[in-house]
């Protein structure tokens, strides 16, 4: 190149000194033809395009919504040579980069490159004019903030052209697909609440925008979703165990042997008297530790299982311990051997007496889940701290909070019910055995008042009908026992 | 007899005490701004900013990413590179530096914002538009990248994680959790409260990398994680600036002037030796 150039020169400086202007014309046209001829076969030399992503926009999601805001980030590789001072970017039609702005990183490797630039936004493409040419070698960095995609979804490609310092155009290579979600109805109801000027009159209140944005509320119901089933999932799946657990150390901690009753003593106490927040980052860091992987789900629910079971013995041996002496001595002489005595005679009467404390723990451990968003179980705590976290807001927590309450408030009711149920008929309250005929339609509730009759019965017939009593135990403390005025006994309603 | 007080003498002197000591207190809270500004208004009296706490630089972090911030085994006192850099930005500003307690990395940016506590966070925040929508940064005063973290001899790579039974951990609110969401997308991305916890889930196979800051990646494996390796370096070029409430503009430019003081004067590049072995 430079040798043509210099016989050029001498030709035309040694013969027609007068055809200078000419000659300096056909120079600059030969120097663009060999310009031109030097880059086009060696195009691998170009500036390359890494890739283009797009943040994830969709509340609680990983997805990118159209005619939402979001940030695209386009990389790109300056080629050997060439000294880039503008890149264009552009995507297709409906594409906004209006409002957008532009954040310019150049890098030498992993060292920064202190060169900045200017961008300017018009429609689907966005120009940055660098303040000096980005060396040959360099990776360059738009992060364009605040830009939407087309509202109709779809896989977009980011295209583009730059120029060089020498003035020359070239185009870039389009970037790999960026996948787009069309607006989502639950969008739409979102940007219709956008709209609305009372949303943004609520919002303007610092109190009412930060805890119950109602724009944030709506699509934190829907993302918070799954959390919740696998918070309900852990816990209904762990309770089982927890009772079976808890009763067999209430077992042991009423044993006559001393040292089964130090077994469930110890069990119960350090279970009891450490945090349950420990016990999960134990058994989360500490197991893998040693070799043993479990799935994050399933160890939720051991963990969970194995904490709720200490508080269940204690409740159990309490249930089991508040059953007055007389019951074992009537049923010791009915002729009952000490299993049936607890089988048929106490157990059925300490399920009546612990199922509001047993509901109160249940209520208790579903709370508690929440614990292990800390080592990374997807549940319900976790989904809103993301959410909280990318969004900045407290809404997604208030979300979480009516998802824990739509569980809680109703076993609260219940365990009232309970409560009061027991209260009565433990005061005496409800029909008696002998005025079952005249209570008539409570037939089935009054069965439960005459347990302890029914169970003696058992034990004498033997297999009778155990199904029925069993339920009818159980089932009790959820059915009320109409009041029956027994004229003379007041009982204190 | 005179210098014994009787209890009820005594009460009454404590509650006098105790009543002037809650007035002072009023008082200095209500005279905080006309103070800093005559510690400032060598200048201009508009120059002037608030502070949390007169004659006090108070600073929030989150004390677990080291080499920039992490407490001292024995002392329990801040150290590393960010407290250094404050604690000569607050010697330029004639004030006194003092940390708040360990904040969660994700609660940093909101308590700036709302004001009140703090009067900066410095914890190695990288400046992103989306942080500067709710405070203010000085000048970025460090470079940085990230870095994939997972087992020596893992075969993992930036394409192998973009799977969905890949999990990939990273410190919650971070620019990590930023780039696993935006360029990894397929793979579950789980954010935990500190770098440790969430090291060590990689170290046992819990999670099957980690994205953390490149500088923090080499610090933690050359210090207390050697079975890691760093598979992949991520030049992202960030920059780390210090938060600054956007009610407070003239703290901002304060730190900004202590901030090219260093710079120009070598404290800067003393710190960067001191705490990378040489200046970035």
């Known amino acids: ?493 | 007899m005179k210098n014994s007080m009787s209890r009820r003498q005594f009460i009454l002197a404590a509650g006098a005490l105790a009543g002037s000591a809650v007035l002072a207190g009023c008082g200095g809270s209500s005279t905080s701004s006309s103070s800093t500004s005559t510690n400032t208004d060598s200048s201009a009296s508009d120059d002037s900013y608030t502070l949390v706490k007169d004659g006090t630089l108070t600073v929030v972090a989150e004390l677990g990413f080291a080499p920039f911030e992490y407490m001292n085994d024995q002392t329990g006192d801040p150290e590393g590179f960010d407290v250094d850099v404050i604690n000569a930005v607050a010697e330029k500003m004639g004030l006194q530096c003092e940390y708040l307690p360990n904040q969660k990395f994700d609660t940093l940016v909101p308590l700036i914002k709302q004001g009140g506590k703090a009067d900066v966070s410095i914890a190695a925040i990288t400046i992103t538009d989306e942080r500067e929508e709710s405070v203010d940064f000085s000048e970025p005063y460090l470079d940085s990248n990230q870095a994939i973290v997972a087992l020596k001899g893992s075969t993992e790579t930036e394409a192998t994680l973009n799977d969905a039974s890949k999990q990939v951990v990273c410190q919650g609110g971070t620019t990590g959790n930023d780039w696993i969401t935006e360029n990894l997308p397929n793979a579950t991305c789980v954010p935990v409260d500190d770098v440790t916890a969430a090291l060590t889930g990689v170290q046992t196979g819990l999670y099957n990398a980690m994205v953390v800051d490149l500088p923090v990646a080499k610090y933690m494996l050359t210090n207390s994680f050697s079975d890691l390796d760093i598979i992949e370096e991520i030049a992202t070029g960030e920059q780390y600036g210090i938060a600054i409430s956007k009610d407070n503009p003239n703290l901002t430019k304060a730190v900004n002037k202590a901030l090219e003081d260093m710079k120009s004067d070598g404290t800067m590049d003393s710190i960067e030796t001191k705490w990378f072995g040489s200046t970035i």
């Open chain 1, 1 to 493: 190149m430079s040798h043509m150039h210099e016989n050029a020169m001498t030709r035309g400086e040694s013969h027609h000194t007068r055809r200078l202007p000419l000659l300096a014309l056909a120079l600059s046209a030969a120097l663009v033809l060999v310009a031109t001829m030097a880059l086009l076969p060696v195009s691998a030399l170009a500036m390359t395009t890494n890739k283009a992503t797009a943040r994830p926009n969709e509340d609680g999601g990983s997805g990118v919504i159209g005619a939402m805001d979001t940030r695209l980030t386009w990389e790109g590789t300056v080629g050997g040579d060439e000294e880039v001072s503008s890149i264009t970017l552009s995507l297709p039609e409906g594409a906004t980069f209006d409002h957008a702005s532009t954040r310019i990183t150049v890098l030498d490797g992993l060292n920064r490159t202190s060169i900045d630039g200017t961008a300017t936004s018009s429609g689907n493409s966005v120009d940055v004019q660098f303040s000096e040419g980005i060396p040959a070698g360099s990776l360059v960095r738009l992060e364009i903030t605040n830009m939407q995609f087309p509202a109709d979804g779809g896989d977009y490609v980011v295209s583009g052209s730059y120029t060089t310092a020498d003035g020359q155009s070239h185009a870039l290579d389009d970037s790999a697909a960026i996948t787009v979600i069309a607006n989502t109805p639950l969008q739409a109801a979102v940007s219709w609440l956008d709209a609305q000027p009372w949303v943004a009159a609520w919002n303007s209140n610092p109190f009412l925008g930060m805890f119950f944005k109602p724009q944030l509320l709506l699509t934190s119901f829907a993302s918070l979703f799954p959390g919740w089933l696998v918070c309900l999932g852990i816990v209904l799946a762990c309770y089982p165990f927890a009772i079976v657990l808890g009763l067999a150390f209430a077992m042991l901690k009423t044993s006559r042997h001393k040292v089964l009753r130090a077994i469930a003593i110890c069990y119960i106490n350090l279970l009891r008297g450490t945090p349950l927040f420990l016990q999960i980052y134990i058994m989360f860091f500490g197991l893998p530790m040693v070799g043993i992987n479990i799935d994050n789900n399933v160890l939720g629910v051991i963990v969970m299982a194995v904490n709720s079971s200490a508080y269940l013995a204690e409740i159990f041996r309490a249930g089991i311990q508040s059953i007055p002496q007389g019951q074992y001595e009537a049923a010791a002489s009915l002729g009952m051997n000490g299993f049936q005595t607890m089988t048929s005679i106490i157990l059925p009467q300490t399920v009546r007496r612990v199922i509001p404390t047993v509901t109160s723990d249940f209520i208790t451990s579903y709370k508690d889940t929440s614990l292990l968003s800390s080592v990374g179980v997807m549940e319900l705590m976790m989904f809103s701290k993301n959410l909280t976290t990318t969004s900045g807001n407290i809404t997604p927590y208030m979300a979480a909070a009516i998802y824990y309450l739509i569980v809680t408030l109703p076993l609260i009711k219940v365990v009232g019910i309970i409560e009061n149920n027991i209260a009565r008929s433990e005061r005496g309250g409800g029909p008696r055995p002998k005025r079952r005929a005249v209570a008539g339609a409570s037939q089935q509730a009054s069965k439960a008042e005459e347990e302890l009759a029914a169970s003696a019965e058992v034990s004498h017939a033997e297999t009778a009908k155990p199904a029925a009593d069993v339920f009818a135990a159980l089932s009790a403390p959820f059915v009320s026992h109409p009041t029956v005025d027994l004229g003379g006994v007041a009982d204190g309603e």
